[in-house]
């Protein structure tokens, strides 16, 4: 019955395509931080929101209610800034990390959803911005996405430093970055590079880096992801993400669009949707 019961809930709280109910959310629940599921399949209870500014760090577009992670992350994201201003990088600005229980988002994200990945902007400012500003605060891009090749004007040590930093803390299992991103960090001579094997290419993060942090001990029920291949990820498989000369438009293949099913969320992040 209880299985039954919440097999239903799901599919009334799913009805709506217009919203997710977790954004209907405003506040965490009660207890400790426990990250449930899995990145793009859970929840997080007990979870904690990052203060909209702290020393070298502000979070921008608050007004989304997107600053709510497991207490690990709130705290990587404190010693991080604290790095940060260590090495006279700039002014941190931290994108999303999770709603107040997780959960799905209805656009922009498929993760996110454990409090354990937050994004963090490669655009690094030399003194805080306004809170006009932090609402709708423009990108800067690190990329020439048609030409396939690292803006130089914007990409610079600072910015590689500041991905070194991060990845290079035992706490992440990976970063998320734009290939071309990638491909400037291999070639960059480092004393040290075992922290680049964390660091993995992905579409659609050339102004921005995407952390993501280990399951936390003691956390049974979040679900780890496959590590890393071995190796510093420099070699063939970067190349692998290089795109293919078309020579002819009509060679290009249109590829049907379709629409993915939304997966039940585990028995505990229903419960927290109660």
């Not at 239903?8 to 919203?19: C, N, P």
């Not at 094997?197 to 049974?220: I, S």
């Not at 020579?247 to 099913?261: G, P």
């Amino acid at each position: 019955m209880r299985l039954i019961f919440f097999g239903v809930l799901w599919l009334v709280l799913t009805s709506s395509a217009l919203a997710s109910p977790w954004e209907k959310v405003k506040s965490p629940s009660e207890g400790n931080s426990e990250s449930i599921g899995t990145y793009n399949n859970g929840c997080l209870a007990g979870g904690e929101d990052l203060p909209l500014q702290g020393d070298g760090y502000q979070v921008m577009r608050s007004q989304r209610g997107r600053y709510y992670g497991h207490q690990d992350m709130i705290q990587f994201l404190r010693d991080l800034s604290n790095g940060v201003q260590q090495l006279k990088l700039g002014q941190l600005l931290v994108g999303d990390i999770a709603m107040p229980r997780g959960g799905r988002f209805s656009s922009g994200h498929a993760s996110h959803q454990t409090g354990l990945d937050a994004d963090i902007w490669l655009k690094l400012t030399d003194a805080p911005l306004s809170e006009e500003q932090l609402i709708d605060v423009q990108p800067l891009p690190m990329v020439h996405i048609k030409d396939y090749k690292i803006n130089k004007e914007n990409w610079g040590d600072r910015q590689a430093l500041l991905v070194q930093l991060a990845a290079s803390d035992e706490r992440v299992a990976r970063i998320f970055v734009h290939p071309v991103i990638k491909e400037q960090l291999c070639q960059k001579e480092w004393r040290e590079r075992g922290w680049l094997r964390k660091v993995r290419p992905w579409w659609g993060h050339y102004y921005h880096f995407h952390v993501r942090l280990h399951c936390p001990d003691g956390d049974k029920n979040c679900k780890a992801q496959k590590a890393p291949p071995a190796g510093d990820g420099c070699g063939a498989e970067l190349a692998s993400w290089k795109p293919k000369p078309v020579k002819n438009k009509s060679d290009k293949k249109k590829v049907a669009k379709t629409k993915r099913k939304i997966p039940k969320p585990p028995e505990q992040c229903l419960a927290l949707l109660r």
